[in-house]
Each structure stands twice: as C-alpha cells, then as structure tokens.
C-alpha cells in the first residue's frame, strides 16, 4: 500500500493530485482484477461491466489509501524524513509544498466514498456473503497508515486488501459465491502484496522509525524482515504449484510461477545483504514479479476455460 513515486515541480493541479494518488502505482488493481475476472471466466461466470465496476472500486481504494497515507505521513514529518526512490518515500507533492495536505485528505475521503458506493452496489444485488469484505475493506483503507502500521499489522492488511481478497472479491461479485478456484486464485497476490509492501520499507526504516510507525521491518530487525519477505516470495510459486497440482487450478496457471524468476535480485539482496541499501533494480523487480504474475495467472485461466 505504500507504492510511490517521484513528483515533478512542472506538474499541474491535476498532476500534482496524481502523484499523491501514486497514479503509476494503479495498476496493481488492475493486475488483481484480472487475476479475478480470469477466475470468473474459468468458472463460468465472467460479467464484464461488473468487472468494470469492481476495477472502478479497487482503484478508488488504492487511491484512498494512498493519498491518507501521504497526507498522515506529512502530518507526523516521516515523509519530511526520507529518502524517496522511485518505489518508495513519498511522492514528495506535500512537502514540496505543491499542494496542501488537506488536499490529499480530500481526494482520500472522496476515492474512500467512491469505493463504498460501489461496495454498496454490490452489497445489494450480490448479498450479505460481501459484507466481510465491504467491512474489512474499510477498515483497511482507513485504518492502514496511523493504526495497522503502528501496529506491526501493515503488511498483513495490504497483502489482504490490496492482495487475496480483491482477486476473490472480483471473482465473488460476478458468481455470488466464493468457489475454490477463486481463492486459489487469490493466494498468490496476498504473498506478493504482503511483500510490495514489506521491501518498500526497508529504505523508509529511519524516519518510520521516528515517526512512531511499527513494522515488520522495525519489530523484526532487517535480517529477520528479510527473511520474511524471502519466504513469502517462495511462497507465491509453491503456492501456484500445490494448487494446480490438487486439481483446484489448470495445468496451464503453472506458467504464473514463471515470473518469479524476476526474484533473482530481490532474493539475493535478502539472503547475502538486508543489512544494506536495497538496489533500485531489486526493488523494480519486486513491482514486475507482483504486476507479471496476477496478469498470467488471470490471463492463464481464461485461456483454460476455452481449450
């Protein structure tokens, strides 16, 4: 949830709102939706304008949470603290003072009402088997930058919100039930989600750090988070494997493990050196694997539906 990316002092209004947005960053709702809507159309229940609509609701959420977590990160001075890379610490819009911090509180509330609208929308049609999703979804978004990540639960709602259950809440909305392939699906991207997340902090670990933020990087140490993302990242390929292999999915969703050959780098910087800077490149490749994998494995599932 706390993708970034750099602002650029030319921009206009509307550009600056994009960059509190992280707008380069949204197409993380768009890779979970396919992952989602490929599952639909595996089990026969793909329809597109409700696809349309949950892609509509996720990118509204990612926006909210975004442009809370910018306007509550230059409320407590973390983002006045850190080093930006493209991936990481802030957009930098507020603190070049390009724009108020209550106009990212703004587009935050609003993005957050528009994906409650179409949570509702779906509530009503689709029944309560949503409501968990609709009531956790809002905690998340919320609650994410001054509650779940001071509470070394950060990295576990994003892996959730912005993970496993948008893959199995668009695949939910179209079928009115929640079918195992569906949540097969979704396993995956709560792997990758938890780990977008959690290796975009190790270059923040100072001024969250002072900032009173707590996770895992901060509770675990560097080379224990490390190892925690290693592990998840080794999870997400199993992950693929055992489920396939079980029969719940395709032969042909095995070609989503191929992108986690993208975790060459990430994987050697965890295991040989946490203790130091994360290169740029490892951290892209985190952003490739994560996009690549839901867009196979949603692509992959289609195309089994067909042959």
């Keep these: ?9 030319a921009m206009g209004k509307m550009g600056y709102l994009a960059g509190v947005a992280r707008a380069p960053f949204l197409l993380l709702p768009v890779a979970l939706v396919a992952a989602g809507a490929g599952a639909a159309v595996f089990l026969g229940t793909f329809n597109r304008g409700r696809t349309a609509l949950a892609l509509v609701g996720l990118i509204a ?9 910018e306007w509550s990160d230059m409320r407590t001075g973390i983002d ?11 957009s930098g819009v507020l603190p070049s003072g390009a724009l108020p911090p209550g106009a ?34 809002g905690v998340f978004v919320l609650g994410y930058t001054d509650a779940l990540a001071r509470i070394g639960l950060g990295e576990v709602a994003a892996g959730l919100g912005l ?26 991207a709560f792997f990758m989600t938890f780990n977008l997340l959690l290796l975009n902090e190790f270059p923040d670990e100072a001024a969250d750090r002072a900032g009173g933020r707590r996770n895992l990087v901060i509770l675990l140490g560097r080379r224990t988070a ?33 992108p986690s050959l993208l ?21 892209a490749a985190n952003v490739g694997w994560n996009l690549l994998t839901n867009l196979v494995l949603g692509g992959a599932l289609a195309i089994a539906a067909v042959l």
């Design 1 to 9: 949830m706390e993708t970034r990316m750099n602002a650029s002092p």
């Design 61 to 69: 959420a990612h926006i909210a949470v975004n442009s809370l977590n």
């Design 80 to 90: 006045l603290q850190t080093r930006r890379t493209p991936f990481s610490g802030g």
């Design 104 to 137: 990212a509180l703004g587009l935050g509330l609003v993005s957050a009402l528009v994906g409650l609208a179409i949570g509702i929308w779906f509530l009503a049609r689709i029944g309560w088997i949503l409501l968990p999703f609709l009531v956790a979804g």
């Design 163 to 188: 993970g496993g259950m948008a893959v199995a809440g668009t695949a939910l909305v179209q079928a009115g039930t929640l079918e195992r392939a569906a949540l097969a699906a979704s396993m995956p």
């Design 226 to 258: 490390a190892v925690a993302y290693a592990t998840a990242a080794l999870l997400t390929p199993l992950t693929i494997v055992v489920v396939v292999g079980a029969s719940v999915l395709p032969p042909l969703a095995l070609l989503a493990a191929i």
């Design 263 to 283: 975790l060459i780098r990430p994987l050697r910087w965890a295991l040989a050196h946490a203790q130091e800077e994360v290169p740029i490149p490892a951290l």
